[in-house]
């Protein structure tokens, strides 16, 4: 008796996972640097007082 | 080298070159494994599961990559106190580690229906979890160290160098050890996949790795921004005082 | 001081490695089971090619006989299951069991070993000069 799988199950998960976790680390590096730049930045116009 | 250490020029040329190595991988990694998911042949052996190569490979090789990386900035940073290599070192971990989990989620995924197992503790499997574990000590060592000032940085770079022993015994497990991951196909002395999957694997290596240079950029900019930020509201919150 | 420090982590390393070459081996080879056998009853994995021409399926349709060698050495082998998609004749498996005192070794699990060779299915069969002519008529 030999084990009989549809292939595509494996191929198609194993795409979701490559591709969504490297998206999803592009999105979130791009993100998190948007908001430190911008962070930087409002620190940077003398706001201080504000802030 | 030392022309890039001042974090302004460093600044000057990250500004552009982040996009253009995020968007440049994304588009060549995306046709790569488009071109491998619809358009290669099945193998000879293991039929269509063979595309998750294409997926596979380029993640295991970053994942190694990624350590590389924060063992050579952890060696400019100990040896020649080199301002950006501390924090080139930290902003490798976090896609290094994504990479090393990828690799072995689609290797474990590819195990099931080729060698008929979610998971073996066989000698390259082992040695791959144990550098994702490594990252996860790396990360959180790195963090910590970098809230409590100079010295503990020391410790995160030294372990950064000492973890990369881990790479060479990933790289030599399956040729030293007995395993069920088959030996390397790329070698020195050539390749043992046919060309038809050569060439979008290669593409997609060089696709992922270009989005990887883009993840180190854009976190080395925003861990340079949150040193910024932090030494001007520490300035003027001493200005008040 | 760094230097000497990261010499001696890295000379024990090495030294892990080394002492781990012999012990962290996933499975033993037909050669190394015939020459020291384990005892009857110990679980050990087997680990070699299937021969060519030595698969049977016994009469119950779920037991297959065949026999693993690696070149030096053969050992017979019985499973009852169900074997992975890729476990063929002429490529590897790795067989889970206990080694019989009659010298069959009668495994509880089979995994597929493959090889390095990535080859699409239409090339398998061509010799070298074959597909090079195919692939320039494509072309």
Known sequence: MREALDPWNFVIAAFAIGIGGTLAMVAWSWLTMRRAEARRDATRQDRAREL | MHRLANPAR??????????????????LAGLALGWGLTRVAPDHLMGETVRILFIHVPAAWLGMAGWMTIAGASLAELAWRHPLAGIAARAAAVPGAVFTAICLATGSIWGRPTWGTWWVWDGRLTSMLVLLFLYFGYIALADAAAKQGEGRARVAAIFGLVGAINVPIINRSVVWWNSLHQPPSITMGGSSIDASYLVPLLAATLGSSLIFAGV???????????QQAEARLRRKAMAAA | MLVIALAVLAGAALLAAW??????????????????????????RLGGMVEKGSLRTQADGVTLMFVVGDGKARVPVRFSGIAPSLFVEGSGVVAEGKMRADGTFVADNLLAKHDENYVPRELEDMDQHQARQVVSETR
């Open chain 3, 19 to 44: 002492a781990l070459r012999n012990q962290a081996s996933y499975f033993y080879v037909p050669s190394e089971i015939v020459a020291s056998p384990p005892e009857p009853g110990r679980a050990v």
């Open chain 2, 10 to 27: 460093f600044l000057r040329i990250a500004r552009w070159l982040t996009p253009a190595f995020l968007l440049s991988g994304l588009v």
């Open chain 2, 216 to 226: 180190v950029l854009a976190r080395m900019r925003a861990l340079l921004a949150d």
